[in-house]
Each structure stands twice: as C-alpha cells, then as structure tokens.
C-alpha cells in the first residue's frame, strides 16, 4: 500500500490534488478522499488543499466494511478545523 501512496503523490505533484474518480473524491468542505486499492486490502487517506497548492494528509486507514466508518471521517473534518483555524 505504501508504494501506492507513493505514486499517487507523485501524480498529485504532477496534476494537481484532483485525480478524479477512482482515484479521488471530494467529501465536501474541503476535504477529500484518496481511494488505495492494493492486494494487501484497501485504505482511504483524507486531505486538503491549502495555499499555493499544498496538499495537506489528514488522516489515514484501513477499510475493514464496505462504508467508510463516521469516526474515521469525523477525526478527518475535526483535523480540517483545526487546520483551517490555526
């Protein structure tokens, strides 16, 4: 999975923090999803985007259901908050 990641952060150096689906997905406010799909399962990396085209990693698991669980989402916007008020 990490060399994975790795990729996409290079695509994301390359084209911007939108890869569009499957890849990306924005979750609203802000926040989006980087979607990882590897043999050893799949995982979900929130982010955003801030000035000059920073791309900040907010928060990062493991998919063990078919929904991304509300607790995993909920630390990503609380972590987006407090970005966003210093």
Do not use: Q, W
């Amino acid at each position: 999975m990490l060399a994975r990641f790795l990729r996409y952060a290079e695509r994301f150096e390359l084209f911007g923090p939108d890869l569009g689906m499957p890849h990306t997905r924005s979750m609203g406010g802000g926040l989006f999803e980087l979607r990882i799909k590897a043999p050893e399962g799949i995982a979900r990396v929130f982010y955003c985007t801030v000035v000059e085209r920073r791309i900040v990693f907010l928060h990062h698991f493991v998919k063990k259901t078919g929904k991304t669980p509300p607790r995993e989402l909920d630390i990503a916007r609380k972590r987006l908050k407090e970005l966003k008020n210093g």
